[in-house]
Each structure stands twice: as C-alpha cells, then as structure tokens.
C-alpha cells in the first residue's frame, strides 16, 4: 500500500508569509496526527484527527495555524502569517481505528521562514 | 504521561548485537512501551512495542522487567544501515494515541 505522502518536501519563505502544508494519509486510516520538530528540538505533537473532526489540538502552538481535513481524507496545515520560530520539520502520521501507537509516518515537510 | 531517559548516543560495529535501554521509572498501568526509528531526512519508523516481559518481531526484540520501569531494544547483528536515531516512548493508547518523543537514541554502526 502507499504510505503517507506530504507535499511540499520543502518550502523557503519570508517572514508573514502564508503556508500550506498537504498530507495524504494512508488509504483508510481514519487518525491523522501532525508533528513537528523545531530545529534542536524533540518531535512535537501538534493535532490528531479521527476522520474530518479535530480530537485533540492541544499542541497547536497558537492561532496563526489553522489544520483542516475536510472529507476526512488528506489534511493541510497553514500556516498565516509565518515567523521565523516556525522553521521546523513537519511530519504527518496516520493510524487504522484502534491501532496502539503504530504510527505511520511522512517524510515531512522541511519549512524555512526567512 | 510518563518521562524516558535513554543515551544521547551509542556506537556499534557491524554484526554486532546492540541494546538499548530507555528508563521510565514513572510509568503508569495503562502505560504502552513503542519504540520508533528515524534515519535522516525520514520520518520516524515504528519498530516495537510491549506491555510486559519479552516481544520479538523480524527486526528487534524488546525486554521489559516486571517493574516496567525500563525496557531494553535489542538489535540482533546490526549492520550499517540501521544508523539511525531510535526513540523510547510510552504513554496511554487512549483517545488520542499523540506519540511524546524524546531526545532519542543515536546509534552509530561502523564497519
């Protein structure tokens, strides 16, 4: 089966700038869960999905990112505007309904902000 | 959510067995142990988990005592592409199942 696809691998942009970020989970996989990690530091998790509805968000870090999965299937994050503190690696990982843990994981998007 | 402790850094050479052992002296009872690896430029990998004494799959094994309050990932003859950064998790599959990563372990396999 394909695995969780992100687009773009990479993205440079300046300060106050918009963003998206795309996720495609795997196929069926109703969780859907965004991470990321900030240059020297530990992954962090942003937001959990069960299918289009937001299970938890705790870790969004304030209101200039906005997540959406409509449909339930493939997910964005944007970010509006951006700020340098934003660079980071962005990972997007999805699981089957009532799997402990097994995460499947992206590539990530590598987002500089300049 | 329970804390792990784990080395910054190890190093290996080829065909050798590795272990690495992650502390996590707070665990609750609910509490899983997963353990995931990431090479560069990748996102991270599940590799195992357990609750309690031994689980063995094709690519590790994980030991944990009757205290859970360790566990150990052995490698079996690791070769030079399993360098990577091997992270210890453990947490509450609840609602949520959200992984807290760690600093993780950077494991170095030299020919």
């Known amino acids: 089966e394909a695995g969780v696809t992100q687009f773009p691998s990479h993205s440079v942009i300046e300060k106050g700038q918009t963003v998206t970020l795309r996720c495609d989970p795997i196929?069926?996989?109703?969780?859907l869960y965004w991470y990321r990690r900030v240059m020297g530091k530990e992954i962090k998790f942003l937001l959990h999905?069960?299918?289009?509805?937001?299970?938890?968000e705790s870790g969004m870090p304030n209101n200039r990112f906005l997540a959406e999965r409509t449909g339930g299937t493939y997910s964005t994050l944007k970010v509006q505007p951006a700020e340098l503190e934003d660079s980071g690696v962005y990972f997007c990982?999805?699981?089957?309904?009532?799997?402990?843990?097994?995460?499947?994981f992206g590539p990530g998007t590598r987002l500089t902000v300049l | 959510l329970a804390k792990t402790t784990q080395p910054i850094s190890m190093d290996s050479y080829e065909g050798q067995e590795v272990n690495i052992t992650c502390s996590h002296n707070?665990?609750?009872?609910?509490?899983?142990i997963t353990w995931y690896q990431q090479f560069p430029s990748q996102g991270p990998r599940f590799i195992i988990q357990?609750?309690?004494t031994k689980v063995t799959n094709e690519v590790a094994s994980l030991f944990i005592p009757a205290d859970r309050k360790s566990s150990t990932l052995s490698l079996p003859r690791v070769s030079l592409s399993d360098t990577a950064v091997y992270y210890c998790?453990?947490?509450?599959?609840?609602?949520?199942?959200?992984?807290?990563f760690g600093t993780g372990t950077l494991l170095a396999v030299q020919p």
């Open positions: 990982a999805s699981t089957r309904a009532g799997v402990l843990n097994e995460q499947f």
């Open positions: 196929s069926g996989h109703d969780n």
């Open positions: 999905f069960v299918k289009e509805s937001k299970q938890d």
């Open positions: 707070n665990i609750a009872t609910n509490d899983y």
């Open positions: 357990g609750y309690k």
């Open positions: 998790l453990v947490g509450d599959v609840g609602a949520t199942n959200k992984l807290i």
